[in-house]
């Protein structure tokens, strides 16, 4: 109750408490991403295309178009280090 009753009488306070939240759901929704793009990638090198499909499934548009240009890119990269290694 006494948090309540100083955020009443401290709005700065408040919009403090509020920012700081706003910015902490932040740093959590880039964290759900970047793990489900980790599973993602787990499930593919690990070949297991049933638990892969689910991973995408719950990924939203923009997050697939992301994940898509970023495995392009392993891929290209990849490639490009074997053929360095003249494999």
């Known amino acids: 109750m006494m948090l309540n009753g100083q955020?009443?009488?401290r709005p700065d306070l408040r919009n403090d408490v509020?920012?700081?939240l706003v910015s902490v759901l932040k740093?959590?929704?880039a964290a759900s991403r970047d793990l489900?793009?980790?599973n993602?990638?787990?499930r593919a090198?690990?070949?297991d295309l049933?638990?892969?499909a689910v991973c995408l499934e719950?990924?939203?548009s923009g997050q697939l178009v992301e994940v898509s240009a970023a495995a392009q890119l392993l891929s290209s990269a990849a490639d490009q280090a074997l053929v360095r290694k003249g494999l």
């Open 7 to 9: 955020l009443g009488q």
């Open 18 to 20: 509020d920012e700081a």
């Open 27 to 29: 740093v959590i929704s």
């Open 36 to 38: 489900a793009v980790q």
């Open 40 to 42: 993602a990638m787990s």
């Open 45 to 47: 090198y690990q070949g």
């Open 50 to 52: 049933r638990q892969l």
């Open 58 to 60: 719950a990924m939203t």
